[in-house]
């Protein structure tokens, strides 16, 4: 399984970006996808995930901001991120889990003026 995320980039504070992350390969069944972050010194901390049946979970610091959504025909999971803060800088990975767990490259998001 292959995780290629892509819409990241610079983006001033409280504007938006959509990341988007589309899975290819061989699987028996998606079980959930999700989003997580990461900056330099910190411990890769969960940001929101989705179920094949699309129930959503998000972390505190993102509800009312975020929102995760999924495509199953095309194997795809967006973040769309608004109302963006200095802090949401990170580099944000895809995760999905089939039989066991795989992560994207990681796209890096910095909000900034």
């Known amino acids: 399984v292959q995780l290629v995320e892509t819409g990241g980039g610079l983006v001033q504070p409280g504007g938006s970006l959509r990341l988007s992350c589309a899975a290819s390969?061989?699987?028996?069944?998606?079980?959930?996808m999700g989003w997580y972050r990461q900056v330099p010194g910190k411990q890769r901390e969960l940001v929101a995930t989705?179920?094949?049946?699309?129930?959503?979970n998000y972390a505190d610091f993102v509800k009312g901001r975020f929102t995760i959504s999924r495509d199953s025909a095309k194997n795809t999971v967006y973040l769309q991120m608004n109302s963006l803060k200095p802090d949401d800088t990170a580099v944000y990975y895809c995760?999905?889990?089939?039989?066991?767990?795989?992560w994207g490259q990681g796209t890096q998001v910095t909000v900034s003026s």
């Open positions: 995760k999905t889990d089939t039989t066991r767990s795989y």
């Open positions: 390969g061989s699987w028996f069944r998606i079980y959930s």
């Open positions: 989705i179920t094949s049946g699309g129930s959503a």
